[in-house]
């Protein structure tokens, strides 16, 4: 399946700044008539260390009204979620209705991470499957719009994007403390991908594979992917777009550049 | 399913007082165990609303350690929980590890009530009946112990309880009393009733029918339901149980052999 990711997909970043305006308007406005008609969204990203999720939801979230939107990020359970089934966590995270939730990492660390470093057992990680299938089907039917990302990557790709943001960010590398760990096992990791994706491929929740060896390209990708699933969703409710002027906005921005270059 | 109920069983005073006694004492033991095996536990009442799960609810927490267990009395839902799935409630309100959470009202309130009113679709009808299946399926899959009581009684039990309010006619969930007059209505619930009691009653949960126009039985039947269940699914035999007293009476006057015999069955 992921081998027919292309991989070579690029989008220049003096295209993807002329288009992201345009597309963050357009989000916020449809994100108005989100809450207007009871729309609900559920966004999930996954993908590999280092693909560049961080910067896509970014993207996604900056011009969003932040009322109406919340972001989950999906770390080990702790503490008390131990103690109850474990989707329930995600349950009380689920959106309300005319929101949007962003899970930063989600219910599939169970069948990727958990599963390939031994944290969950076969059982469970083999349950785990239904239980999300299930999960995500209740939703859908609930009426929530579930919009799911694999970010990938191939291992050589991996590397070099991670060592050329060692040098050029202040991230640096890749964020999970064990990512070069987990880079080494990347075959380990491609076998529970491939299974997640063929399992979890359901008419409700689709899954959409970005190819983010061009950062821009995947920003672009998100945004368009999640403007037109909503836009589908809304039918004959569409928002009407007002003509912004993009100007100031622009400014400020260069204003932010120089004074980012000083420091 | 729900006609073949025989309602007419009951209770003397006598009994009620020794089993309340005795249930009670073994709940007690069990619910530390619950806590001891780090197990949740889920106990469901469901019914019409003309039949109180008040005394049942009590007589099973009046002697419990309130540290052991929660009760959550269901209403309409409200604030968040009605901007949500509508199971989003009830995973909310779950039982953690080591806690008995007892609901008064359950999830398959709603879906009977607009089941019965004729809002609810055969399709949203049998998504409902799935839903139900699943999260009762995965609450079972982390370990928690589920236990479903029906409560169940005559029309004539009901049509005494309700004439005693407003002179209301079978009354089941707040309806307006015409649509209970109308046979079809009233076929329509028994209809919707039997065939939710017959497709949730599953590995992870199934139905206890409780018969409850005798109340003392009512409530004896609930504790020992409990007791067993419990005592079956954490593998515990409550000290208290291996006394029964029933059995105890009848052994008294045999002889001295018999009830070393039945000891040693025991032992096996």
Not at chain 1, 75 to 96: C, I, K, M, S, V
Not at chain 1, 147 to 168: N, P, T
Not at chain 2, 8 to 27: F, G, K, N, P, W
């Given at each position: 399946?992921?081998?027919?990711?292309?991989?070579?997909?690029?989008?220049?970043?003096?295209?993807?700044?002329?288009?992201?305006?345009?597309?963050?308007?357009?989000?916020?406005?449809?994100?108005?008539?989100?809450?207007?008609?009871?729309?609900?969204?559920?966004?999930?990203?996954?993908?590999?260390?280092?693909?560049?999720?961080?910067?896509?939801?970014?993207?996604?979230?900056?011009?969003?009204?932040?009322?109406?939107?919340?972001?989950?990020?999906?770390?080990?359970?702790?503490?008390?979620?131990?103690?109850?089934?474990?989707?329930?966590?995600?349950?009380?995270?689920?959106?309300?209705?005319?929101?949007?939730?962003?899970?930063?990492?989600?219910?599939?660390?169970?069948?990727?991470?958990?599963?390939?470093?031994?944290?969950?057992?076969?059982?469970?990680?083999?349950?785990?499957?239904?239980?999300?299938?299930?999960?995500?089907?209740?939703?859908?039917?609930d009426g929530v719009t579930i919009v799911k990302f694999w970010f990938h990557l191939s291992q050589g790709k991996q590397k070099r994007q991670a060592k050329k943001r060692r040098q050029d960010s202040a991230e640096g590398g890749l964020t999970h403390?064990?990512?070069?760990?987990?880079?080494?096992?990347?075959?380990?990791?491609?076998?529970?991908?491939?299974?997640?994706?063929?399992?979890?491929?359901?008419?409700?929740?689709?899954?959409?594979?970005?190819?983010?060896?061009?950062?821009?390209?995947?920003?672009?990708?998100?945004?368009?992917?999640?403007?037109?699933r909503l836009e589908a969703r809304l039918g004959d409710n569409q928002p009407t777009l007002e003509r912004a002027d993009d100007s100031i906005a622009d400014d400020i921005r260069k204003a932010m550049e120089a004074a980012e270059s000083i420091l | 399913?729900?006609?073949?109920?025989?309602?007419?069983?009951?209770?003397?005073?006598?009994?009620?007082?020794?089993?309340?006694?005795?249930?009670?004492?073994?709940?007690?033991?069990?619910?530390?165990?619950?806590?001891?095996?780090?197990?949740?536990?889920?106990?469901?009442?469901?019914?019409?609303?003309?039949?109180?799960?008040?005394?049942?609810?009590?007589?099973?927490?009046?002697?419990?350690?309130?540290?052991?267990?929660?009760?959550?009395?269901?209403?309409?839902?409200?604030?968040?929980?009605?901007?949500?799935?509508?199971?989003?409630?009830?995973?909310?309100?779950?039982?953690?590890?080591?806690?008995?959470?007892?609901?008064?009202?359950?999830?398959?309130?709603?879906?009977?009530?607009?089941?019965?009113?004729?809002?609810?679709?055969?399709?949203?009808?049998?998504?409902?009946?799935?839903?139900?299946?699943?999260?009762?399926?995965?609450?079972?899959?982390?370990?928690?112990?589920?236990?479903?009581?029906?409560?169940?009684?005559?029309?004539?039990?009901?049509?005494?309880?309700?004439?005693?309010?407003?002179?209301?006619?079978?009354?089941?969930?707040?309806?307006?009393?015409?649509?209970?007059?109308?046979?079809?209505?009233?076929?329509?619930?028994?209809?919707?009733?039997?065939?939710?009691?017959?497709?949730?009653?599953?590995?992870?949960?199934?139905?206890?029918?409780?018969?409850?126009?005798?109340?003392?039985?009512?409530?004896?039947?609930?504790?020992?339901?409990?007791?067993?269940?419990?005592?079956?699914?954490?593998?515990?035999?409550?000290?208290?149980?291996?006394?029964?007293?029933?059995?105890?009476?009848?052994?008294?006057?045999?002889?001295?052999?018999a009830s070393g015999k039945k000891k040693k069955k025991r032992k096996k």
């Amino acid at each position: 399946m992921l081998e027919k990711v292309d991989l070579t997909k690029k989008l220049s970043r003096a295209d993807y700044e002329a288009r992201l305006p345009g597309l963050q308007r357009r989000l916020r406005a449809l994100q108005g008539a989100c809450a207007d008609h009871k729309v609900t969204a559920l966004v999930v990203f996954e993908g590999w260390d280092g693909s560049g999720t961080n910067g896509a939801i970014h993207a996604l979230t900056n011009g969003l009204d932040p009322r109406r939107f919340r972001l989950h990020t999906t770390q080990a359970a702790q503490g008390a979620e131990e103690d109850y089934p474990w989707l329930r966590r995600f349950w009380l995270n689920t959106p309300a209705y005319g929101e949007m939730a962003i899970f930063d990492r989600s219910w599939y660390r169970r069948v990727l991470i958990e599963r390939v470093e031994g944290l969950a057992s076969e059982m469970a990680w083999r349950k785990a499957y239904r239980d999300i299938n299930e999960f995500e089907q209740s939703l859908a039917d609930d009426g929530v719009t579930i919009v799911k990302f694999w970010f990938h990557l191939s291992q050589g790709k991996q590397k070099r994007q991670a060592k050329k943001r060692r040098q050029d960010s202040a991230e640096g590398g890749l964020t999970h403390p064990d990512g070069w760990k987990h880079h080494k096992k990347y075959n380990e990791y491609l076998v529970a991908v491939e299974e997640m994706l063929e399992r979890t491929d359901s008419k409700w929740a689709r899954w959409t594979l970005v190819p983010a060896t061009s950062r821009w390209y995947a920003r672009n990708l998100v945004l368009e992917t999640v403007a037109a699933r909503l836009e589908a969703r809304l039918g004959d409710n569409q928002p009407t777009l007002e003509r912004a002027d993009d100007s100031i906005a622009d400014d400020i921005r260069k204003a932010m550049e120089a004074a980012e270059s000083i420091l | 399913m729900l006609d073949s109920v025989d309602l007419s069983q009951s209770l003397d005073r006598e009994t009620y007082v020794r089993d309340v006694a005795l249930y009670q004492l073994q709940l007690q033991e069990l619910s530390h165990q619950v806590r001891a095996q780090n197990r949740p536990a889920l106990v469901v009442f469901e019914g019409p609303d003309s039949i109180s799960a008040d005394d049942l609810i009590l007589r099973i927490t009046e002697n419990l350690d309130p540290h052991t267990c929660i009760v959550h009395p269901i209403d309409d839902p409200d604030g968040i929980d009605l901007a949500h799935h509508h199971l989003y409630r009830f995973w909310r309100r779950l039982p953690p590890r080591g806690k008995i959470g007892i609901f008064d009202g359950s999830w398959y309130r709603e879906m009977l009530v607009s089941r019965v009113s004729g809002h609810l679709s055969d399709e949203g009808w049998a998504r409902a009946l799935r839903e139900i299946n699943s999260f009762e399926r995965q609450v079972a899959d982390f370990g928690t112990i589920v236990v479903k009581f029906w409560l169940h009684a005559s029309l004539d039990e009901r049509l005494q309880q309700d004439e005693g309010e407003e002179g209301v006619l079978y009354q089941v969930w707040e309806f307006p009393s015409a649509v209970w007059n109308s046979p079809e209505r009233r076929e329509a619930y028994q209809d919707a009733v039997n065939e939710m009691l017959f497709k949730t009653s599953t590995l992870s949960g199934s139905w206890t029918i409780v018969e409850s126009d005798d109340g003392w039985w009512a409530e004896v039947k609930t504790l020992s339901t409990l007791v067993e269940t419990l005592s079956w699914a954490l593998n515990y035999q409550p000290r208290t149980l291996r006394i029964n007293p029933v059995e105890a009476e009848q052994e008294a006057p045999a002889s001295k052999k018999a009830s070393g015999k039945k000891k040693k069955k025991r032992k096996k």
